[in-house]
């Protein structure tokens, strides 16, 4: 079993920046991949970045390359994800989820084990 529990959401201003966290309990946090998914009123969750316990990433390059950082620290059990130059398109509930699964890197839904409860994001306009 793994908990997962993001902070660090809220509302900015276009242009600004947010800091989302996850932070892990459960099983060795080292030991596998970890993702951020967003969810939009009315649309399907979508993949943001995701990270392998090693560090290395791969992001969303339609929607957030460029702009969205992912990383984490293992002797903490906390993933990041770093957001900047946030745009209105970029306001979701963002969720944190961790993988057991054999993608290195996974980027779909279905890859994913377990979820946390989302933290809100707002950019205004």
């Known amino acids: 079993q793994v908990q997962l529990v993001e902070s660090g959401g809220g509302l900015v201003q276009a242009g600004g920046s947010l800091r989302l966290s996850c932070a892990a309990s459960?099983?060795?946090?080292?030991?596998?991949?970890m993702g951020w998914f967003r969810q939009a009123p009315g649309k399907e969750r979508e993949f943001v970045a995701a990270i392998k316990w090693s560090g290395g990433s791969a992001y969303n390059e339609d929607s957030v390359k460029g702009r969205f950082i992912i990383s984490r620290d293992n002797t903490k059990n906390t993933m990041y994800l770093e957001m900047n130059s946030l745009k209105p398109e970029d306001t979701a509930v963002y969720y944190c989820?961790?993988?057991?699964?054999?993608?290195?890197?996974?980027?779909?839904?279905?890859?994913?084990?377990?979820w946390g409860q989302g933290t809100q994001v707002t950019v205004s306009s």
């Open positions: 989820a961790a993988s057991f699964g054999r993608a290195v890197l996974p980027g779909r839904v279905v890859d994913y084990d377990y």
């Open positions: 459960g099983r060795t946090f080292s030991t596998y991949a």
